[in-house]
């Protein structure tokens, strides 16, 4: 059975000031994109550094990242004709640190979407609808999980709408 243990979260932001702007979702975008997050999964074999996903090192680098993919720190937003549009507005990537005493195996040998491989993905209630306030959901989370004896996980949500831009 695997069990998440959340340490702690945090947002991270660009380590130095970014654009603030507005841009556009295009209407093909609009059209066939649904709101919410797409949940993505990787493993990551040790490669010997001292500071293989450190969070700490992660959150740095992560800082550097965001001044050169600035709207990705930005929230979503309606403007006064109703479109959606990405408000570069400098808010933050949602960060989490977490950890498990699961082993491997606690998943099962295929992998195939199920209960224990759900369990990987933060349960956050993070799935809006069409009528929550989109500026209060950051356009990317990120939690990292020392997990399975020493093999690190990043766990990927991202916006729908950002991954189509």
């Not at 959901?137 to 997990?147: G, S």
């Amino acid at each position: 059975m695997v069990k998440i243990n959340i340490k702690k979260s945090c947002l991270v932001r660009p380590v130095q000031d970014t654009p603030n702007e507005r841009l556009w979702v295009s209407k093909l975008d609009l059209q066939f994109t649904k709101r919410g997050y797409i949940p993505t999964v990787y493993f990551y074999r040790h490669n010997g550094s001292s500071n293989f996903f450190e969070a700490e090192a992660l959150k740095e680098a992560l800082t550097k990242v965001l001044v050169i993919y600035y709207p990705v720190a930005g929230r979503l937003a309606v403007d006064e004709n109703g479109r959606i549009e990405i408000n570069c507005n400098n808010e933050g990537v949602l960060f989490v640190e977490a950890d498990t005493d699961s082993v491997l195996d606690d998943l099962g040998h295929d992998f195939t979407p199920g209960e224990q491989v759900m369990k990987l993905v933060p349960t956050l209630a993070l799935n809006y609808s069409s009528d929550t306030d989109l500026s209060t959901y950051p356009l990317l989370l990120l939690q990292v999980r020392t997990i399975f004896t020493e093999k690190p996980k990043l766990t990927f949500w991202e916006s729908y709408l950002l991954a189509s831009v």
